[in-house]
């Protein structure tokens, strides 16, 4: 199965579970910690995505590194360790914020940079997808150095991939394609 699919899953499911319990405001702010802890933590990276590590030690390690969140979210860590899909936390975070700002009437962009943007840039990125969307939007810078530059835009369901990892990928298929 897809694991895009997997982690949209997790993230409606646990949505519902803090529409249920009054707190998506809360668990929102846990993803956003959830998306920026993951993404500057090397080692929490490689901790997740060690098919060596035990599922318990990773459970521990998470719960520590995300004491003080609500229990909706510690639920989702203990939830997606016990499933063994633990390496999309991440990923389920991101889409988490993306569905709660939907239910708000707001529209969510993931913008993925190899260095983090600056203030100047994100305000022109503001402004642009504003006046695309015609709604109130909110930008989640995520770094990643493996796009080498340029960018990875994402917003609702459509994406734009401008990154010079992708361009280097798609040169390299026209290359053996054409021998």
């Excluded at 600056?118 to 930008?139: C, S, W």
């Amino acid at each position: 199965m897809n694991e895009s699919r997997a982690a949209i899953r997790y993230a409606k499911a646990i949505l519902n579970q803090s529409v249920e319990a009054k707190v998506t405001e809360a668990v929102e702010k846990d993803m956003y910690s959830v998306v920026e802890t993951i993404s500057d933590s090397k080692e929490l990276q490689d901790l997740l995505a060690s098919p060596i590590v035990e599922g318990q030690l990773k459970k521990n390690a998470l719960l520590a590194v995300f004491a003080g969140t609500n229990t909706v979210s510690q639920g989702l860590i203990s939830l997606l360790v016990d499933n063994k899909r633990v390496s999309l936390l991440k990923e389920v975070a991101q889409h988490y914020i993306v569905l709660s700002k939907k239910i708000k009437g707001e529209e969510s962009a993931v913008v993925t940079t190899a260095v983090p943007l600056t203030a100047d840039l994100e305000a022109r990125i503001l402004e642009q997808l504003t006046t695309l969307t015609g709604k109130k939007v909110t930008i989640t810078n995520v770094i990643d150095e493996s796009i080498i530059g340029g960018f990875v835009l994402r917003i609702g369901d459509l994406q734009y991939n401008a990154s010079v990892a992708n361009k280097l990928n798609s040169l390299k298929r026209e290359f053996s394609n054409s021998l």
